[in-house]
């Protein structure tokens, strides 16, 4: 975290400190595959001793005495060295030599050349938090024992392994124990089988390590011993750092998020901004560049100390048209700032643009969304970790009468069951009725198609249809750049993110194109879109046909602001499921990408009962559903505001 920016170890750990990563439920789902992986990795190590303790003082003695043996294995042992602290994730000692192993459930090449350096000898930055990871380990292990030789390695997803046998993701369920730890079942039914040929491989990270903790970095610091020990007085008696201000600053985590201050929580960027620059509240209520979207210069502008949209010049955009239709990066860009310097939040469309656009579409408009998983632990035997599962669609559409029904829907509902291939299958049902137009919100559905083609042609066992599911494919998908084969489908389907970029634009979202983002937004700017969800129409009787709700109502005020109709999802669980004590599941609202992931991960344990499985398939049902009723609602905004232009 020091690295990334010091001043962040002020404000780590403090509850009355915004943090982002805390909710952060893409990156909840990595650290619940990381704990699988970490057991996966014990088990590759028979005969090692756990040290259990969880307080610093009990967990040091522990590993004290086991240490005294001439030769052993251990697992999590605590080693100090004065004010610094770590716990290894395996340490074999043999003799005088400790091997020091860091698990990471991180994809590893093993057949790339010097996968851990750039060209130029440096340390890749997608690999350097691992490496400065195990580089700390290693100086505080020589330290505290000083007559051993240390040898650092990671122990890494190996990404040409394949999953030995089914159900392996299974057998090493996330759980919390009775003092509310997470931490991982393993099942009793684990074989030998299991683990041959292991998913895992173990990585000399010697000669890395010995470059940073010689300074030789060119990226790092030229004393590693003075920065260790600089960040570790300043965290011991709770002093920041002052730390430079950049482009980084845009993705800090001790920043408030929409509900945060409602909490009282505060922000540890604008505490670190404010005595940086002497800002006061009113200066944060301005647009910096940190929100210009795709903006790369960034820094250059922060370093002049022309931080907010309204210091901006055109000639700091650089703006050049783009030579198809709509706005160009660089346009765009510059509305963004126009808008802020007038202070201007009246939502800008290009109706004629757009209007050609819509022009050129054949009803009925076919909106879909895909849930997918990619999991280090395969659901099913002969599948690479981290290979997508595409296990949920929905599917709206909207005839040339403008009725708009949920057409359709898959939800893979099976343990154990790999189920990419019935999921094209069934989408292939649901579109190849007619000819109509295909929608989707950004590049993922387009790119998990294109990876199951690939499933699909590599397969040494396809299944009979497999030649007409590759064609079905590639009828309503373009072929990404490095695919083997290259396509463009006839019917390819239309990413509404690209017209928002190129047509609309929303002060409101302060520069971001999520969907999640732009919904509200659009809620906002059309009262006709308003007027119409207001009433209980969807999925009532003479309404919008739904297949997963009854008599809704999308549109809904508090405080006279409209709620985000994600926030509206009805939670997983009630009160009573949890008192219950039976749950496996802990999280009670599934309204994010990541909430779907675990979700849908935890259904294939085979401890989880059948009432909690139902329940998560109905929520995910209902989320799922919403997201494509949300380019539904982003389409008749359109309309809307293009009659109003």
């Known amino acids: ?82 004010n610094l602290f770590i716990r290894v994730d395996v340490l074999i000692k043999r003799g005088a030599t400790l091997e020091l192993i860091e698990v990471k459930a991180k994809s590893f090449d093993c057949l790339e050349d010097s996968p851990f350096e750039n060209n130029d000898g440096s340390i890749s930055s997608g690999w350097r938090p691992y490496l400065y990871d195990v580089a700390f380990q290693t100086y505080v292990l020589q330290h505290a024992m000083p007559r051993y030789t240390v040898r650092p390695s990671l122990m890494l997803i190996n990404k040409h392994a394949v999953c030995p046998t089914a159900g392996l993701h299974q057998k090493f369920q996330v759980a919390r124990d009775e003092n509310n730890h997470k931490g991982i079942r393993v099942s009793n039914d684990l074989c030998a089988e299991d683990l041959d040929p292991p998913l895992l491989i173990k990585v000399s990270v010697g000669e890395q390590v010995d470059r940073i903790l010689s300074g030789t970095d060119p990226d790092g610091p030229t004393d590693f011993d003075k920065y260790v020990k600089t960040l570790a007085r300043a965290y011991e008696k709770d002093q920041k750092i002052p730390s430079p201000l950049g482009a980084h600053c845009g993705r800090c985590e001790f920043v408030l998020g929409k509900d945060d201050a409602s909490h009282n929580l505060k922000s540890g960027l604008h505490e670190c901004w404010a005595e940086s620059l002497g800002w006061g509240e009113a200066d944060f209520s301005e647009p910096t560049v940190l929100n210009l979207w795709r903006y790369r210069k960034k820094d250059a502008r922060i370093s002049e100390g022309r931080l907010k949209l309204l210091d901006l010049r055109k000639s700091d955009i650089g703006v050049k048209p783009r030579k198809t239709p709509g706005l160009s990066t660089t346009e765009r860009q510059w509305l963004q700032v126009t808008k802020a310097k007038n202070k201007d939040q009246s939502p ?62 898959y939800l893979n509902t099976g343990r154990g069951i790999f189920p990419n ?77 690209d017209l928002v970029k190129r047509y609309y634009y929303l002060p409101e979202t302060n520069g971001s194109n999520s969907l999640k ?107 799922c559903e919403l997201d494509t009723f949300a380019m539904v609602l982003l389409y008749e905004g359109w309309v809307d505001l293009i009659q109003q232009d």
Request: one cysteine or more.
């Open 1 to 82: 975290m020091a690295s990334e920016c010091p001043a962040k170890l002020y404000y780590v750990r403090k509850s009355d400190y915004a943090n982002q990563s805390l909710g952060n439920t893409f990156l909840l789902s990595l650290a619940e595959g990381g704990f699988q992986v970490g057991e996966l990795a014990k088990c590759y190590h028979p005969g090692g001793e756990e040290v259990s303790a969880l307080d610093y003082e009990s967990a040091e003695k522990e590993t004290d005495r086991l240490i005294q043996e001439q030769n052993i294995i251990l697992f999590e042992p605590a080693i100090r060295h004065h």
């Open 348 to 409: 800008w469309i290009d109706a004629p643009g757009l209007q050609k656009e819509i022009s050129s579409w054949r009803f009925p408009l076919h909106f879909i969304d895909f849930e997918t998983s990619t999991v280090a632990l395969p659901f099913n035997k002969g599948r690479h970790p981290y290979e997508g599962v595409a296990f949920q669609f929905s599917h709206h559409k909207i005839d040339k009468a403008g009725t708009i029904s949920h057409a359709g829907e």
């Open 421 to 497: 291939y019935a999921f094209v299958r069934e989408l292939k049902r649901q579109l190849e009725e007619d000819d109509g137009t295909i929608f989707r919100y950004a590049a993922h559905e387009n790119t998990y198609l294109c990876l199951i083609h690939f499933q699909l042609r590599t397969d040494p066992a396809p299944p009979e249809d497999s030649d007409e599911l590759m064609t079905f494919i590639r009828s309503i998908t373009r072929s990404g750049r490095r695919n083997e084969q290259q396509w463009l489908g006839d019917r390819c389907m239309v990413d509404m993110l």
């Open 517 to 623: 983002a732009v919904l509200p937004a659009t809620l906002n700017a059309s009262v006709a879109v308003q007027e119409k969800y207001s009433l209980p129409i969807y999925g009532a009787q003479g309404g919008i046909e739904s297949l997963n709700f009854r008599d809704w109502v999308w549109v809904q005020r508090k405080n006279g602001k409209i709620v985000d109709p994600y926030k509206l999802l009805p939670p997983v669980f009630s009160d009573n499921n949890f008192e219950s004590g039976d749950l496996i599941s802990t999280n009670p609202e599934l309204r994010g990408g990541g909430d779907a992931l675990i979700a849908y991960a935890k259904t294939q344990y085979e401890e989880m009962g059948e009432v909690e499985r139902d329940l998560i398939f109905q929520a995910l049902k209902k989320y």
